[in-house]
T-cell receptor, first 114, second 112 residues
Framework: GAGVSQSPSNKVTEKGKDVELRCDPISGHTALYWYRQSLGQGLEFLIY????????KSGLPSDRFSAERTGGSVSTLTIQRTQQEDSAVYLCASSFRQGRWEQFFGPGTRLTVL | GENVEQHPSTLSVQEGDSAVIKCTYSDSASNYFPWYKQELGKRPQLIIDIRSNVGEKKDQRIAVTLNKTAKHFSLHITETQPEDSAVYFCAAGSFGNEKLTFGTGTRLTIIP
């Protein structure tokens, strides 16, 4: 079946511009996660959505970052007034709750801020 | 919150030898410990996981051990092959809170 998809695959933007990154989770998965992976670095947790519960935003690095999940499915990560340090690969993952833990990752969006 | 430390950051082993990657965690409530493999340019994928009610789990050439008392867990890869070259991430989580805290990763290189 279809896996997690993300768009765009690459995004180049100028410093100060806003960007939106999209994630389509696997159908039926109730949990959705956003991570940031800087070059050669680990997986930095950003935000987590679970069903209709309030999202866990504890990993968002600043108030320039926000995310929505509409209808319990598609999610959009928005970065306002981008800075060069925002350059990274942004990974989305989804999982099916009820004891099934495996997170399935999307291919990522490579964001470059010039 | 949970803090996961992973060592070493890089590891090179001769093909056919064994590789061991170690992680420690801080939250004694954590009871689920997965390992993800990320090949160059690809997405992370789950390769093995362990729950806190067992001390060891094996799947062919890979195994994971867990020491709850010491709060550390390890990934063991035996008879390494070139296709094992990748970045490996450990993680920790607890049931009822599906958020995982990941380690910083280990870049494993298998030398032919």
């Amino acid at each position: 079946g279809a896996g997690v998809s993300q768009s765009p695959s690459n995004k180049v933007t100028e410093k100060g511009k806003d960007v939106e990154l999209r994630c389509d989770p696997i159908s039926g998965h109730t949990a959705l996660y956003w991570y940031r992976q800087s070059l050669g670095q680990g997986l930095e947790f950003l935000i987590y959505f679970q069903g209709n519960s309030a999202p866990d935003k504890s990993g968002l690095p600043s108030d320039r970052f926000s995310a929505e999940r509409t209808g319990g499915s598609v999610s959009t990560l928005t970065i306002q007034r981008t800075q060069q340090e925002d350059s990274a690969v942004y990974l989305c993952a989804s999982s099916f709750r009820q004891g099934r833990w495996e997170q399935f990752f999307g291919p990522g969006t490579r964001l470059t801020v010039l | 919150g949970e803090n996961v430390e992973q060592h070493p950051s890089t590891l090179s082993v001769q093909e056919g030898d064994s590789a061991v990657i170690k992680c420690t965690y801080s939250d004694s409530a954590s009871n689920y410990f997965p390992w993800y493999k990320q090949e160059l340019g690809k997405r992370p994928q789950l390769i093995i996981d362990i729950r806190s009610n067992v001390g060891e789990k094996k799947d062919q050439r890979i195994a994971v051990t867990l020491n709850k008392t010491a709060k550390h867990f390890s990934l063991h890869i035996t008879e390494t092959q070139p296709e094992d070259s990748a970045v490996y991430f450990c993680a920790a989580g607890s049931f009822g809170n599906e958020k995982l805290t990941f380690g910083t990763g280990t870049r494993l290189t298998i030398i032919p």
